[in-house]
């Protein structure tokens, strides 16, 4: 009896542990997700990482990640096929609660309009000081359609514009604070 009971606690005490790392591993997943501003396309389409990188590079790119608002570099090698049907799924069912779920609130007491007030892949760290920002452009955009016309966004250039225009770009490392 004493083996059976020793062998019943070690499985429950390895379930633990690989449950425990399951949940760890999802919730670094969600995080990877709006450290790009719930860009799965840019998460999983980023290029790898140069063959001359360094081991501590490699090492802190999970930690940068969370941090500076970019990816590490070689994300899709380092996911399992679930793992990116996971990010799949999280970012389309994100999209259904937006889509569905404030359009159907917004058709009863709000009226029309409040898909639009509400941003669920703006990022909740901090509010914002000002709304007007000034920013670099750090990467080529094109032109970007803002409430008061296009701009088009080319490297080195600087503008004075809304926030809530052009988040995702700055989440996204296109455009650099100033």
């Given at each position: 009896m004493p083996t059976i009971l020793l062998y019943q606690t070690a499985i429950l005490r390895n379930k633990r542990?690989?449950?425990a790392y399951h949940h760890h591993r999802i919730e670094f997943l969600?995080?990877?997700y709006w450290s790009v501003g719930g860009a799965l396309p840019l998460l999983?389409?980023?290029?790898?990482a140069a063959a001359n990188a360094n081991a501590a590079e490699t090492a802190n790119a999970g930690a940068?990640?969370?941090?500076?608002?970019?990816?590490?570099q070689d994300v899709r090698s380092k996911l399992s096929?679930?793992?990116v049907d996971f990010l799949r799924s999280y970012a389309a069912s994100l999209l259904t609660l937006r889509t569905?779920?404030?359009s159907s609130a917004a058709e009863g007491a709000a009226g029309p309009g409040l898909t639009e007030d509400i941003d669920l892949l703006a990022p909740i760290s901090h509010p914002p000081k000002d709304l007007q920002v000034l920013v670099r452009v750090v990467h080529d955009c094109g032109i970007v359609h803002t409430e008061l016309g296009a701009?088009?966004?080319k490297r080195g250039h600087?503008?004075?514009v809304r926030r809530s225009d052009i988040e995702h770009l700055i989440v996204q490392g296109y455009l650099e604070e100033s």
């Amino acid at each position: 009896m004493p083996t059976i009971l020793l062998y019943q606690t070690a499985i429950l005490r390895n379930k633990r542990c690989l449950l425990a790392y399951h949940h760890h591993r999802i919730e670094f997943l969600k995080d990877l997700y709006w450290s790009v501003g719930g860009a799965l396309p840019l998460l999983l389409s980023l290029p790898p990482a140069a063959a001359n990188a360094n081991a501590a590079e490699t090492a802190n790119a999970g930690a940068q990640a969370a941090g500076s608002g970019t990816a590490p570099q070689d994300v899709r090698s380092k996911l399992s096929p679930h793992e990116v049907d996971f990010l799949r799924s999280y970012a389309a069912s994100l999209l259904t609660l937006r889509t569905e779920a404030f359009s159907s609130a917004a058709e009863g007491a709000a009226g029309p309009g409040l898909t639009e007030d509400i941003d669920l892949l703006a990022p909740i760290s901090h509010p914002p000081k000002d709304l007007q920002v000034l920013v670099r452009v750090v990467h080529d955009c094109g032109i970007v359609h803002t409430e008061l016309g296009a701009i088009d966004f080319k490297r080195g250039h600087r503008f004075m514009v809304r926030r809530s225009d052009i988040e995702h770009l700055i989440v996204q490392g296109y455009l650099e604070e100033s």
